[in-house]
C-alpha cells in the first residue's frame, strides 16, 4: 500500500513562496509519475503541476506556469512544488498523487487517473 504525505502548506502574503513536500512509502517512488493538484470548496479538483518517473518530462497548468516548479528526488522518495510569486486566487488545499506508469518519460493529466492520493495540505494566499 503506497501512502503519501504532504507538507510544507501554510498562510502567505501575496507574492510570496512556499515548497510544498510529498513523501512516499510502501511502494516503489521511482516507477511513478507524480503529480500535484489543487482543490477549493464546491469545485473539481485541477491539474498543477505532473513529473515523469524519471523527473525529464513536466508539464504545468497555464495558471501556474513560470511560477511553480515541480521536482523530484527518487532517492528520497519525495516529490516537490516550488511555489513563488504566489496570488490569492492559488489558495486551495493541494494534493499529491502517484501513477504507476511503464514508460520514463510518460506522465497523466487527468487526475482520475492517479492511483494513490495524499491527504492534501491546505495553502492560504492573503491579499
Known amino acids: 500500500q503506497v501512502q503519501l504525505v504532504e507538507s510544507g502548506g501554510g498562510l502567505v502574503q501575496a507574492g510570496g513562496s512556499l515548497r510544498l513536500s510529498c513523501a512516499a512509502s510502501?511502494?516503489?517512488?521511482?516507477?511513478?509519475?507524480m503529480g500535484w493538484f489543487r482543490q477549493t470548496p464546491g469545485k473539481e479538483r485541477d491539474l498543477v503541476a505532473v513529473?515523469?518517473?524519471?523527473?525529464?518530462?513536466?508539464y504545468y497548468s497555464d495558471s501556474v506556469k513560470g511560477r511553480f516548479t515541480i521536482s523530484r528526488d527518487n532517492a528520497k522518495n519525495t516529490v516537490y512544488l516550488q511555489m513563488n510569486n504566489l496570488k490569492p486566487e492559488d489558495t486551495a488545499l493541494y494534493y499529491c498523487?502517484?501513477?504507476?506508469?511503464?514508460?520514463?518519460?510518460?506522465?497523466?493529466?487527468?487526475?482520475?487517473?492517479?492511483?494513490?492520493w495524499g491527504q492534501g495540505t491546505q495553502v492560504t494566499v492573503s491579499s
Open positions: 510502501g511502494g516503489t517512488f521511482s516507477t511513478y509519475a
Open positions: 513529473i515523469s518517473k524519471n523527473g525529464r518530462s513536466t
Open positions: 498523487a502517484g501513477k504507476y506508469l511503464l514508460s520514463d518519460s510518460a506522465f497523466s493529466l487527468q487526475p482520475r487517473s492517479y492511483d494513490w
